[in-house]
């Protein structure tokens, strides 16, 4: 009998751990969300730094997200998908197809941080208030510059893909992935996102079949889906929306 797959993340915020959450989600695989669940019995956010504890586990992961599979702990956002993308049937089985998709996860993690460091520009020590106006320039070149050059690249992704997907005919993680990128950047960034759309249609369309798959879509509407907020990697402060 297969046990459920485990992952460990904070329980308040979406933050890299919803990649996997969605990955999970759309293919109906059997998790538990550790840190979400009481602290006891080996749960709740204790367990989550437990496996962290590199004086404990031999290969320790920096920070969550991280996944266990039987005996296997596995870390990084785009790692663990790599990991999962097969087993779920949300990845190509040929080598060319599963690094061509694992490269475009990484640039996607690559772009996420540049998110985050729209109201954190400085220092993640300090609050976003004692660096506000080094956000407010750094956002200003985020999205002037920077998103529609994102935006640029992913759309020719899906062009040259020739089909609804970044990956051939058949949605892959990262269709998933990118959905969350556009709904994260719709929330923190909702009147750059609106001026820009019109631009990308093909974004647009694969954001909205995203999110009108039976099971995303349940997933949506439910307790599971943690509300975007302030506290995230995606936070709307109008300021920095221009």
């Known amino acids: 009998m297969c046990m459920a797959y485990e992952l460990y993340y904070w329980p308040t915020i979406q933050g890299r751990g919803e990649f996997i959450r969605l990955a999970m989600e759309e293919a109906g695989a059997d998790y ?15 367990a989550m ?6 004086a404990s586990v031999p290969h320790a992961a920096y920070a969550p997200p991280v996944l266990r599979d039987g005996d296997l702990l596995i870390g990084q956002t785009p790692n663990i998908l ?3 993308g097969r087993r779920l049937g949300l990845a190509p089985r040929a080598e060319s197809g599963w690094l061509w998709l694992n490269q475009l ?20 020590n300090q609050y976003y208030a004692e660096q506000k106006q080094a956000a407010l320039l750094r956002s200003a070149d985020f999205r002037e510059t ?28 990262g269709d998933l992935s990118l959905f969350q990128m556009l709904a994260g950047l ?19 369309a694969l954001h909205d079949a995203v999110a009108a798959r039976p099971n995303i879509a349940r997933y949506l509407r439910s307790k599971r889906r943690i509300p975007f907020n302030e ?10 929306d221009g």
């Open 32 to 46: 538990r969300d550790v840190a979400r669940l009481p602290a006891r019995q080996g749960q709740g956010v204790p």
């Open 231 to 240: 506290d995230g990697i995606f936070r709307h402060y109008p300021e920095l």
């Open 49 to 54: 730094l437990a496996c962290l504890d590199g």
């Open 105 to 124: 996860q990484l640039t996607m993690a690559d772009w996420l941080t540049e998110v985050h460091d729209t109201h954190h520009p400085l220092s993640m």
């Open 146 to 173: 920077r998103l529609p050059k994102f935006l640029d690249y992913f759309t020719q992704v899906l062009l040259n893909s020739r089909g609804q997907y970044l990956v051939g005919s058949k949605l892959t993680y």
């Open 186 to 204: 719709r929330y923190a960034f909702p009147q750059a996102m609106a001026r820009l759309a019109p631009r990308y249609p093909a974004l647009c």
């Open 82 to 84: 790599l990991y999962l």
